[in-house]
């Protein structure tokens, strides 16, 4: 079993539409969750993190954490064809900088 | 402030030949990094560095080696290149904080 799985997609929403890009990990000890967007041929950028479970918002993005069942989530609110990109989940351990990358969702929201 | 850069941005090799890929970050950052990503596989971590003069073994470090002579540079070496290690290679680099900052890219391709 991979340490941390998402559906690579794609995923092909209208504009406006809300998005849910998911994540799940098998590794208990993850206390930090990252998520990175990564437009066509760029590097990845940090879009948002949360600390241990709970929700996180950050304009129309929110992010979400449940420890119980090792599931981590990303909501887009009123996406636009600019959040068309691959978003990767990485959680990680307190106290490290190392991280272990998801494959990747790639969302495409169509105009 | 360019941030994180990355030499070449494109390159072929035959197999057998060796290169080197040149990372430099103006941002005083400690922690470097260099990862591969491969369709279906991720980011995944080839060795990273946590200051000037070290240098330590990520995921996938077969086949390469990489100094850190320089704060600001983190190199990765290909001694003798095969066509297992085609693909779009990144530096990061990051502070003690969790964001890690990313290069462009270089796609290299091994035939």
């Known amino acids: 079993q991979k340490e941390v799985e998402q559906d690579p997609g794609p995923l092909s929403v209208p504009e406006g539409a809300i998005v849910s890009l998911n994540c799940t990990y098998s590794?208990?000890?993850?206390?930090?969750f990252m998520w990175y967007r990564q437009y066509s041929r760029k590097g990845p950028e940090l879009l948002m993190y949360?600390?241990?479970?709970g929700n996180k918002e950050d304009g129309r993005f929110t992010a979400q954490v449940d420890k119980s069942s090792k599931y981590i989530s990303l909501f887009i609110r009123d996406s636009q064809p600019s959040d068309s990109a691959t978003y990767l989940c990485?959680?990680?351990?307190?106290?490290?900088?190392?991280?272990?990358f998801g494959t990747g969702t790639r969302l495409k929201v169509l105009a | 402030n360019a941030g994180v850069t990355q030499t070449p941005k494109f390159r072929v090799l035959k197999t057998g030949q060796s290169m080197t890929l040149l990372c430099a970050q103006d941002?005083?950052?400690?922690?470097m990094y260099w990862y591969r990503q491969d369709p279906g596989m991720g980011l995944r971590l080839i060795h990273y560095?946590?200051?000037?003069?070290?240098?330590a073994k990520g995921e996938v470090p077969d086949g390469y080696n990489v100094s850190r002579l320089k704060k600001q540079n983190f190199l990765l070496g290909l001694e003798s290149a095969a066509p297992s290690q085609t693909s779009v290679y990144f530096c990061?680099?990051?502070?003690?904080?969790?964001?890690?900052?990313f290069g462009p890219g270089t796609r290299l391709t091994v035939t």
């Open positions: 990061a680099s990051s502070t003690a904080t969790y964001e890690q900052y």
């Open positions: 990485a959680p990680t351990w307190a106290g490290t900088y190392k991280y272990i």
């Open positions: 590794n208990s000890a993850f206390q930090y």
């Open positions: 941002m005083n950052h400690e922690y």
């Open positions: 560095s946590v200051g000037e003069g070290t240098t």
């Open positions: 949360t600390y241990s479970s």
